[in-house]
């Protein structure tokens, strides 16, 4: 009777329904934009782009399962979110890909950067040097003891209440009152 009841399931199991294919959205090549259009969306040039792309390709291996997301489409995706400040879902529609995926992506290309930062950024390492960092930035527009400089992001936050020393740590000079990211 046991014997019986197997052989009907195992022929059950047959009959259920197959596993639906995956489908994967079309990829288009950012590349193929004209070159007004490229630098409108991902605010570098196609130069700047690829060499940036050359400098993390290996870092940023394709995943051997499905179609996997060329080293290009990593970079151009996370750039896209990082410089227009575009949520994640806005760029994985662009790119055909999802949300979670974006943002490993930018993730992995964020590490990938990284890495390269020793070659990219440079602190004076003696005293002659960082007197003349500080010089040099004094001339520029009479920025006195500055080492150094970033590109950042400012967002902007309602002025709180407090005395003047904290109120002034939160102004700046485009935005009002804000806070860096």
């Not at 997301?69 to 890909?97: F, K, M, N, Y």
């Amino acid at each position: 009777m046991q014997a019986l009841q197997a052989l009907e399931a195992m022929e059950q199991l047959g009959n259920a329904p197959h596993r639906r294919r995956k489908v994967y959205q079309k990829r288009y090549d950012p590349f193929s934009l004209p070159d007004v259009e490229f630098k409108k969306r991902y605010r570098f040039n196609k130069h700047t782009a690829s060499f940036i792309i050359d400098l993390v390709r290996q870092d940023l291996q394709l995943d051997p399962r499905g179609c996997g997301t060329s080293p290009e489409l990593q970079v151009l995706t996370a750039i896209r979110c990082w410089g227009r400040r575009e949520v994640q879902d806005d760029g994985g529609d662009l790119h055909g890909l999802t949300q979670p995926t974006v943002s490993r992506i930018c993730a992995r290309v964020a590490r990938a950067i990284a890495r390269h930062s020793e070659t990219y950024i440079k602190m004076p390492q003696s005293l002659a040097e960082e007197q003349r960092v500080v010089r040099e930035f004094l001339e520029i527009r009479n920025f006195p003891s500055v080492l150094g400089c970033i590109d950042c992001t400012h967002i902007k936050i309602k002025k709180s209440g407090g005395d003047a020393a904290h109120v002034a740590q939160y102004c700046n000079r485009t935005t009002g009152f804000g806070t860096r990211s």
